[in-house]
């Protein structure tokens, strides 16, 4: 188990991997890649943020993924360009919401729920592959290997699915369809913040509600069975 009681920062395209059966960060932990990808693999354990942050890109793979800091707070604690997420479980709480700061995104939460809230505006859609860079035992030379995840599309969850933004737009691109196993809500806080569906969004045993600020744009279809 990586317990982060500190901040890990690194300079200009350095990649920062971190894997391990469970991996803790402490309220206020800090991960700084400035331009390079970051990578969290907690396995079928749980990854407890405090806050991960860089202009490249994130990759989270846990059994859940639950905020290092109890209940609901302005504290972001993902920001990249795109985030990926794989998860068994759950990826945030219905009280204490996972929040982000991203462009773009997709992300699966197998049996578990998806609780985010967005601080801009976002796409959900296709991420690019994520590489990171193992260093060897020697600390010198070449890197053992490239580790790479894999071109992840669309948003799902095996129970409630919730997407506010508060700032800014939500749109779902054609490789953005959504599927949740109960209750869905799509919102945008922003007087100007529109909703656009370019993909299906499904509901397999519950309700859905789409709130937009400003216009909703429905380009594909939306179900609830």
Not at 24 to 32: E, F, K, S, Y
Not at 63 to 89: F, P, Q, R, S
């Amino acid at each position: 188990q990586v317990a982060q009681n500190a901040s890990v920062v690194t300079a200009s395209s350095g990649s920062i991997d971190v894997e391990s059966a469970a991996i803790t960060m402490a309220d206020g932990a800090l991960t700084v890649a400035v331009n390079g990808n970051v990578r969290y693999d907690a396995g079928a354990g749980d990854l407890t943020l405090g806050e991960l942050r860089t202009g490249a890109d994130v990759s989270l793979i846990a059994g859940n993924v639950v905020d290092a800091e109890d209940g609901a707070d302005a504290n972001v604690d993902i920001t990249a360009d795109e985030l990926k997420v794989d998860v068994a479980g759950a990826f945030g709480e219905s009280d204490d919401h996972i929040r982000t700061t991203v462009r773009q995104m997709s992300g699966d939460a197998g049996t578990g729920g998806w609780y985010q809230i967005e601080t801009d505006g976002l796409v959900i859609g296709e991420t690019s592959e994520i590489t990171v860079e193992r260093v060897p035992s020697t600390g010198v030379g070449a890197v053992i290997a490239d580790t790479t995840d894999a071109v992840q599309t669309d948003l799902g969850a095996g129970d409630a699915l919730v997407v506010v933004v508060e700032a800014g737009s939500l749109e779902t691109l054609a490789t953005g369809a959504i599927t949740a196993g109960s209750n869905v809500l799509l919102r945008t806080d922003a007087a100007m913040g529109d909703i656009t569906l370019g993909a299906n969004l499904v509901s397999t045993t519950g309700a859905i509600s789409l709130d937009a600020g400003q216009s909703l744009i429905q380009n594909a279809d939306v179900t609830a069975n």
